[in-house]
């Protein structure tokens, strides 16, 4: 059993239990979990974050199981993060990714973990950020990032990556329409998956078009599109090569390390306003006059509009 302030000593040494621990104090909330991400914070800052993102069962984890060993290969230290939808529909992927990336378990060199969402979809990135720096931290030179579903989910860890991959497949219809809101602005990388299907180069080709209508969106640097198939293991010396590539890219241009910041404080912004709304949010439920207002509210007697801004500007005494 470790001690409490042995954590970040241990995650260092490379104890892969010890950084469960930590990432778990951080979704829970405990002082000790960002104690100890203070004391590990100065050793951050190679690991390279990387996000995959594409509608269910498009074959993420298969892709990430082949990457982990693509990188292996090169003595690459890997972790995953695989974001776990707590909706009933998608629950069971949990135990999808385990079993296919279950060959690397064992591997000292590779971590694999679930990072479960609770309640609202920022509080994703709130314990994410967390899991991100322990593993920067314990030296994981690549980090992957996995979130299920198009759309606001794969949004919001964009904040916290370097480089997105979105993962496409044949057939894709209308889910490739609704690329076009959130998701193609934040893909670094298209990946067409199942490439032993037929119809694959009719998502190319439309995946190719929506590039193109972007044009002049991208800095110069409009995503590939690469075809992968997952299962076979082809395509993926392909991905490695673009994520090294785009690496190399973004380190020195200045453009890239601006957006980077953006995004760092971007993801600041958003810690602020959950502290202070949970700060706010105690101090109000202790006054009288709060509970008036919601009475008020219960009985129709002013609209909420009306009674947000009065309890924001009467009872919120900034000093
Ligand atoms: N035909 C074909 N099937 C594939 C390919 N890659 C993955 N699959 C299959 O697609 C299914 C889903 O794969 P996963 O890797 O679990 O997909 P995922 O995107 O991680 O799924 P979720 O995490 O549930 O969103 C599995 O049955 C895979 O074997 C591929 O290249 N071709
Ligand atoms: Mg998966």
């Not at 490379?14 to 100065?42: C, Q, S, W």
């Not at 392909?238 to 910041?261: A, G, L, P, Q, T």
């Amino acid at each position: 059993v470790l001690k409490k302030m042995d954590y970040a000593e241990e995650a260092l040494n490379g104890n892969k239990l010890a950084a469960g621990r930590i990432i778990k104090m951080v979704e829970d909330n405990e002082a000790t979990g960002f104690e100890t991400i203070k004391h590990l914070y100065p050793y951050t800052g190679n690991a390279f974050v990387i996000g995959i993102t594409g509608p269910p069962g498009a074959g993420k984890s298969t892709l990430i199981d082949c990457l982990i060993a693509a990188f292996r290969k090169n003595q690459k230290k890997v972790a995953v993060l695989a974001i776990d939808p707590s909706s009933p529909i998608t629950g069971g992927a949990l135990l999808g990714d385990r079993i296919r990336m279950k060959r690397h378990y064992l591997d000292p060199g590779v971590f694999i973990r679930s990072i479960a969402t609770r309640g609202a979809l920022g509080g994703v990135s709130w314990s994410t950020k967390g899991a991100l720096i322990v593993l920067d931290a314990m030296k994981y030179d690549v980090i992957f990032i996995e979130t299920a579903g198009v759309g606001q989910l794969g949004a919001d860890i964009s904040l916290l990556v370097q480089m997105t991959l979105v993962l496409c497949i044949p057939g894709m219809g209308d889910a490739l329409q609704a690329l076009k809101a959130g998701t193609l602005e934040i893909a670094d990388l298209f990946i067409v998956n199942k490439a032993d299907r037929p119809d694959t180069d009719e998502v190319v080709n439309h995946l190719e078009n929506m590039i193109n209508l972007r044009e002049g969106g991208w800095h110069g640097h409009p995503p590939r599109i690469i075809k992968t198939t997952a299962v076979e293991n082809k395509g993926i010396d392909d991905v490695v090569s673009e994520i090294d590539r785009y690496r190399y890219y973004i380190k020195d241009n200045d453009h890239s390390m601006e957006s980077m910041f953006e995004r760092e404080y971007r993801f600041f912004r958003f810690l602020i306003k959950e502290l202070a709304a949970d700060k706010i949010w105690r101090h109000l439920e202790g006054l009288k006059e709060f509970k008036m207002s919601i009475d008020k509210l219960k009985k129709r007697q002013e609209d909420p509009y009306s009674i947000a801004h009065k309890i924001i500007n009467e009872l919120i005494k900034m000093p």
